[in-house]
């Protein structure tokens, strides 16, 4: 049974930062690319950022040079350090092992004066 357990979430003002974990269980973590991924209220569920097993990182434009994923294969942990966070950044995000039916229950980041 795989469980993803997200945490980090709050409410932050513009420019401010959060840092999210995503807690895995299971033998699959460490040689499974992990994602993290957001939905807005009243939108698709969106990737974010990835990282392989290796380390190799992508993200997507709107994150660039804001956002930084990492993964600690010892810990079958995977984070999000989120900076200077603008108001549509506000979503749930989820992490999720690629090609795997395996979803988190989402933390809610709230960017807001």
């Known amino acids: 049974q795989v469980q993803l357990v997200e945490s980090g979430g709050g409410l932050v003002q513009p420019g401010g930062s959060l840092r999210l974990s995503c807690a895995a269980s299971?033998?699959?973590?460490?040689?499974?690319?992990m994602a993290w991924y957001r939905q807005a209220p009243g939108k698709q569920r969106d990737v974010v950022a990835t990282?392989?097993?290796?380390?190799?990182?992508n993200y997507v434009d709107s994150v660039k040079g804001r956002f930084t994923i990492s993964r600690d294969n010892a810990k079958n942990t995977v984070y999000l350090q989120m900076n200077s966070l603008k108001p549509e950044d506000t979503a749930v995000y989820y992490c999720?092992?690629?090609?795997?039916?395996?979803w988190g229950q989402g933390t809610q980041v709230t960017v807001s004066s």
């Open positions: 999720h092992p690629l090609s795997t039916r395996y």
């Open positions: 299971g033998s699959f973590f460490n040689r499974n690319t």
């Open positions: 990282i392989t097993g290796g380390g190799i990182t």
